[in-house]
């Protein structure tokens, strides 16, 4: 097992080359990663997304599913992520009438050597990205913004939550 050339860098080598973690020595324990995500936008575009009235379709459950899938293909986007056996995965979209827009909460959980902050993060951005995606016709303007782990549990280091 390589050693990490710093602390803080657990992905670079002693050489200061790219490297996956060796998990093999930790054990395996439930981990759980929450992550979120906002996308704000005209009033009137919040207004047709929650009408069903964008041209794309159901722009809140295709958001959902995206977030979902992508949670599962982590490991093929992040070239360090180590492939998990995911044993959850939820995705909530909830309109925010003060943003105006709607907010993004991903929280996935497994049972494994490593945690699924970067799955909860992907899943986040996804669902985010499809909501661009099938409104912009309507709002260029959109800005996706406050991608973040909010909290993660399990492992060597237990339970962190944002402040």
């Keep these: 097992m390589k050693e990490p050339a710093t602390p803080g860098l657990s992905h670079i080598d002693v050489t200061g080359a790219a490297s996956m973690v060796d998990v093999s020595e930790k054990g395996v324990t439930e981990r759980t990663a929450t992550a979120e995500g906002a996308v704000k936008m005209a009033r009137e575009t919040l207004a ?3 009408a069903g009235d964008i041209k794309k ?3 809140i459950g295709t958001a959902r599913l995206a977030g979902i899938m992508a949670a599962k293909r982590t490991s093929d986007l992040i070239p360090l ?3 998990l056996p995911i044993t959850h995965i939820g995705v909530d979209i909830t309109p925010d009438e003060g943003l105006p827009g709607v907010r993004v909460t991903a929280s996935v959980k497994v049972a494994a050597k490593t945690g ?3 799955e909860a ?3 986040a951005a996804v669902a985010c990205l499809t909501i661009f995606d099938m409104a912009k016709a309507v709002d260029r ?3 996706i913004t406050g991608i973040r782990v909010v909290e993660k549990r399990g492992g ?3 339970t962190w939550r944002r402040p």
């Design 121 to 123: 993060l992907t899943a």
């Design 116 to 118: 699924v902050e970067m």
């Design 141 to 143: 303007g959109m800005e």
């Design 156 to 158: 060597r280091s237990g």
């Design 81 to 83: 992520c180590h492939p």
């Design 48 to 50: 047709i997304i929650l």
């Design 57 to 59: 379709g159901d722009v």
